[in-house]
């Protein structure tokens, strides 16, 4: 790993090649590349950075943001379930869910959850079991304080109106059901010859 650091490859690339890098590697990487005294940074500087799989947030309110009642983390977090809630009904997850993803103790979640209930951004219950132990959370979301209101533009091109598809039917088997006036005159003959009459 030494050899591969050293050779310089991770530098033009910079940190995001590294950052999905187990945390050892990264400090190695660091110390070694960069020259960083590793021991005097904070440990979340070598954290895995989290996957891309495509998911964002909506837009969200600058008042929000600017809210300095908050803390940095609390923002983020409510950005975070902002983007769970989808159209905005209810969230139903846990502590740990929201601790696992924004890579906190449960514990600071707790108090990111405290902040933003009283800046008047959420409100929260615990759901239970029928035995009374606590299975999770129910989160309510503000949205008006934290989404604009987002109103689509009129289309230019009016939609056209719903309707029933035709079927897709077999021609040949519609076909089938005419007549063919020499095979009907053939059918009667022989109709009146076994003496079957005409119902």
Known sequence: MH???STGLFNGVGSRLIASRSEAEQRLWAEKVLGWDVGARPRRTFLTAPPDNGTYVLPLRQ???KDARLMPGTRVMLALLTGWAGQGG??????GTIAKHLGRSVRQVFRYL??????GYLR??????????????KVYLSFPLLRPDLKRKPRSNPMKPARTLL?????????SYLLDEKLGAALDRFRQTAGFTAA
């Open 114 to 119: 405290q902040d933003a209930m009283r800046a």
């Open 167 to 175: 079927a897709d039917t077999n021609t040949l088997i519609k076909d």
């Open 90 to 95: 209810p969230l139903q997850l846990t502590e």
């Open 3 to 5: 050899a591969i650091l």
């Open 124 to 137: 929260y219950a615990y759901t239970k079991n029928r035995l009374g132990m606590i299975t999770g959370l």
């Open 63 to 65: 008042s929000f943001i």
